[in-house]
Structures are given as C-alpha cells and as structure tokens.
C-alpha cells in the first residue's frame, strides 16, 4: 500500500480513509444497538408488568394486597403474604443448604483439587447450570419426594423437598461466582500465608475467605435471585397450596409458582393480581441487583 | 572452602558446624521435565547475610524456595540431595513442611500484606500457632513492628488496613509479619525491587540489625546490595539455556568481589553479561 520513503523527507500523515471511517462507525452502533436492546427488553417488560398489574391497588386495595393473608381468588381475595412468606422459606432454606455446598465446592476447585480433578468437576457443574429447570423438577418429584414423604409423612410436596432441589440448582451460579472471586485473590497473599507455616486449611478460613468475602456474598445474593425466580421445578415439588407455611413437609405456594398455576384460567381482578405478583418479584430482584452493586462500590472502596 | 569438603564426608545429621544454620549438599532441582539446578552444595552461616546472585533465570530464586519447601506447592516440582537445617534433613521422611516454615521465613519480591489491619496481619502467625491472650498478642505486635522498624510510624493507626500503607512500610509489615513468629532464617526474595530507594535503605539498615538474632538469605538483582549487605555471596549461573544451573562460586563477600577465583564470576561482577 504504502509507497517506499526517502530518507531524508519526513512521511506526512496519512488521512483516515472514507471507508475506514465508515466502518469504524457501523461497529461502535451495532453494539450500541446490542447494549440498547438488552435495556430496552427489560424496560419494555418492566413497563407491560407495571401497566397490567398496577390497577390491583386500586381494585384489591393496597392493603388487602400486600397485607392480605388469605389468596381465594373464587372469593375476590387476593393477599399475597402467604405466598411472599412461602417464596421467603423456600428461598432463605435453598440457600441455607445451597450456599455451603456452593462456597465449598469453590473453594476445592480453586485451592485444593489437582489440575485433572478441576478439569472434571468445573464442567460438571456448568453443566448442572444446563440442566433445564423441568429435569430438576421431574427428579425432585420422583426421586426426592418419596424419600421426604417418608420422613415427613404425608405426600412429601412441600418446602423441603423444594429446598433440596433448589440447592443443587443454585450451586452453578454460587460456586463459579465465589471460584471467581477467590481467583481474584493475589497469589503472593496465599503464598505470603503459606510461607508463614499456615496449613491450607488455615490458609483458606483465615486469609482467602475473608479477601473474597465481598465477593462470596455477591454469589450468594445472586444465588438467591436466581431461587427466587424458580418456578417450575418449584411448581412441580411445592405442593402449591396458597397457605401459610406450617411445616417442612406441609405444600406451600410460591410468587413464582403461583402465576403459573392460576394463569391458564384468571380472568379479571385475578389476572391484574398476578401481574401484581410479578411486580412484586421485580421489585425484589431490583432490590437484589442493587445490593450487589451497592457491594462492588464497596469492595472497589476498601481497595 | 576446604571445610566443605569435610562436612560432606562426615554422616549426615552430624555434618554440620555449629555455625553452619544450612547445609546443602548435591541438590537437583526439577520443574516435571525442566532440569533446573544441579549439584547445588553450600553451608550458609549462622547469623550472617548471604546474598544470592546471577543473572535473571538462573535459578536463584528457585533455590531460595527449596530452603523451606515452598516449591512444594507447585505441582511437578522434584527435588535431589539434601538440605540440612542445622543438621536436619528437611526433606527427609516425615518432616512437616508447615512446621519447617515456621522455623525458616520468607519476605517476597512484591509486599503481600493480607487484606485485613495492620494488627492483624502480625498477629496472623502468633494466632495459627495458638497463642489467644490479647495481652500477649499485643506485646508480640509491638515487638514485632519494632522490630521492624515500623512501629513509630504505624503505632497510631494499628486498625487501619495493612495495604494503606505505601509500598515500602508494606514490606516492612511483611518483615514483622514474619518476625513475629520468631523464625531462625529468613529467605528474602529479591525484597527490595519493588519499592522506592528510601525504604531500600531502611530494610538495608534492618537486615544488618537483624543479622545478630537471625541467618539471613537474599536473593538480590542489585549487585551494589548484595556487596552493601552480605556477608558471604554466591554465584549463580545458567551457561546454556534448557540446561540445568550452576552454583558457579561461593565465598566472603569481599572475596567474591575483589578476587573472584572463577572467571565466569569475574565476568558477571565486571558487568560483561547477564
């Protein structure tokens, strides 16, 4: 392209070519256009929900929506704490059973187990986040129920039976997040704790634990975003009574499962009120995402 | 050098002098495939610094981590010979790399506070073997520090977090990190390189203090250091790359750069390579 130079007479800049600049251009829009779309998805949906389900303030009243302790749509009642406090219980006990297996599984593959084992296991459990949500319901329903059913009494639908199948699922997102964040780890700090003549048990629990501590309960909040917004392997384990919870082997309802099960047939103010549901999972996955973002702010503070 | 020769003679656990800390005899280093180091054979002295020197890749460093066992931790390493920690093989059958690490400290390149206060981070030794007592570990942190000669500076601000502090203070809380769990050797890994000239002087001025109570080992780029802070010195040097490195000479300090008996040194001291 370029002609041969003389020596002595300095090169003048070349222009930028016409095409080059087009080119340039189309790029730096076409991902914009990506970035837009993905905005404008959930603005888009957030806006359809918020249209649809607004009007059950009005028409329930706020105060038998939110602070309704009965859901009989046959009956016009439409309050939503016993499916906020099943959502709750079924979430808060996946997590409490999850997270430790999640943490734990994160930190194996990052400090302990040897290259060949990592290769194994890490795609094992991306592949556990492959696994669509309906297998997981179908193996909660014929595999792990009977087992609860036997413990508990009764047909074993129930939060328990959720809890355990919630666990397993949201070991993908918290294990890859909390593997990441112990990546993160400057080795010379574990080297550092090492060459002290800690073990590498102490290495773990006193130094990398707490240098990705920020950084593991960002994989959990988002772990717990992730059970909260289950439904259908929840749906087909929970029992999918409407009630306040009574016990681990007793059905509850969740948010989630909830609009699946009375949407095929709601008409009216039981249509608005599910779409008030799914306002109130909006808000709560919002709140969540502010928290971990909130968190990374902090986390880039302290550094 | 002469008395060398007579230790490797004698057996194994009676071998060294009583101001030998390290002895070091025939030592091979292996990365899986990779030869490293062959027939390394020194005896460090008590209470002394001995600077390790050479150009860059000749395995300084590497021979520096076979002294407490920190090559452990990376996977395929393999090493021959022996290494004696007054009169201890510590690679022999069953010793305890963990408590061999209490006993021989390292500084490293880059200062690696952990993220937690500046209390905590000289605690953490003390608090992995045991001790509890906040009024012991006070004492053992002030001790430490001073040590150090950090304590002036830090006294006021013991629960602020360990990396505010600039480059050449972290590498000082390094040092009294590691001074706090009272080791009798301290291998120092290039510990001067990443920070300012000022702070060089201080871990200079603090090397030659500690060096009544502790043997100290550093591996240095900076050939004014080593001849500043040495006692004794040795050379290292890698003749061909993908062949193993040589321990190539082994004296006083004052020898080595004065009168070096191999011309291989003589080159790397003038400044003809590496």
């Known amino acids: 392209m370029s002609e041969t130079q003389t020596s002595s007479a300095p090169r003048e800049l070349k222009l930028m070519s016409r095409s080059t600049y087009l080119k340039e251009a189309a790029l730096k829009n076409l991902f914009m256009l990506c970035a ?70 994160a930190v194996f593959l990052s400090e302990i187990a040897p290259p060949r084992v990592r290769s194994v296991v890490r795609p094992a459990v991306e592949l556990l986040a492959g696994v669509p949500s309906v297998v997981f319901g179908f193996f909660g329903l014929l595999v792990v129920r009977p087992i609860v059913a036997d413990l508990t009494g009764g047909l074993g639908f129930g939060p328990l039976t959720a809890w355990l199948i919630l666990a397993i699922m949201i070991v993908p997102t918290i294990a890859t997040l909390t593997e990441d964040a112990l990546g993160s780890v400057p080795d010379g700090i574990r080297e550092a704790s090492y060459a002290m003549g800690a073990t590498t048990w102490q290495t773990i629990w006193r ?14 909040i988002l772990g717990m975003g992730r059970a909260i917004g289950e439904t259908m392997a929840v749906l087909m384990v929970v029992g999918n009574a409407p009630v306040f919870f009574r016990g681990i082997g007793k059905p509850v309802s969740t948010l989630t499962s909830q609009i699946v099960m009375d949407m095929p047939y709601a008409s009216g103010v039981h249509r608005t009120a599910l779409f008030g549901l799914a306002i109130i999972l909006f808000l709560i996955s919002m709140g969540l995402v502010g928290l971990v973002r909130g968190l990374s702010r902090l986390r880039e503070g302290t550094r | ?80 010979g022996t290494v004696l920690l007054d009169g201890q093989d510590i690679y022999g059958p069953g010793v305890d790399p963990v408590d061999l690490r ?15 206060s500046i209390y905590d981070n000289v605690a953490y030794g003390p608090r992995l073997h045991g001790v509890k007592k906040k009024s012991e570990l006070d004492d053992i ?39 706090a769990v009272q080791p009798d050797v301290l291998l120092m890994d290039e510990p001067c390189s990443a920070i300012d000239p000022t702070s060089v002087q201080k871990i200079e001025d603090l090397m030659a203090e500690l060096k009544s109570s502790v ?25 061909r790359s993908g062949e193993p490195a040589v321990l190539v000479e082994f004296g006083r300090t004052a020898d080595i750069f004065t009168s070096p008996k191999d011309k291989r040194t003589e080159d790397y001291i003038t400044g003809r390579f590496g």
């Open chain 2, 102 to 116: 209490r006993r021989v400290g390292m500084i490293f390149q880059q200062p690696n506070p952990f993220p937690m």
């Open chain 1, 207 to 220: 130094v990398l634990l707490p240098a990705a501590k920020i950084g593991i309960i960002d994989a959990v």
């Open chain 2, 141 to 179: 942190v002030r001790d430490s520090l001073e040590r150090a000669n950090l304590w002036k500076e830090v006294k006021d601000i013991l629960d602020r977090g360990g990396l505010t502090l600039s480059g050449g203070q972290q590498q000082r809380l390094c040092i009294a990190r590691v001074l």
């Open chain 2, 1 to 80: 050098m002469s008395d060398t020769l007579d230790c490797a003679a004698s057996p194994a656990v009676e071998g060294a002098a009583p101001e030998v800390k390290i002895t070091v005899r025939d030592l091979d280093f292996y990365y899986g495939d990779f030869h490293a180091l062959t027939g390394i054979s020194c005896d460090i002295k008590a209470r002394s610094v001995t600077a390790f020197i050479g150009p860059s890749g000749c395995g300084k460093s590497t021979f520096l981590r076979c002294l407490n066992r920190m090559n452990d931790l990376i996977p395929g390493t393999r090493v021959d």
């Open chain 1, 36 to 105: 837009t779309m993905a905005v404008a998805g959930v603005v888009l949906i957030f806006l359809f929900v918020g249209w649809r389900g607004w009007p059950v303030f009005s028409e329930v009243g706020l105060k038998g929506f939110l602070g309704g302790s009965e859901w009989l749509p046959t009956q016009g009642l439409f309050g939503i704490l016993p499916l906020l406090v099943g959502s709750l219980v079924v979430t808060l006990g996946a997590l409490a059973l999850g997270a430790p297996l999640a943490v734990g599984t």
């Open chain 2, 215 to 239: 043997t100290i080992i550093i591996v240095t780029h900076n050939m004014q250091q080593a001849a500043r802070t040495s006692d004794e010195t040795a050379f290292f040097l890698q003749e």
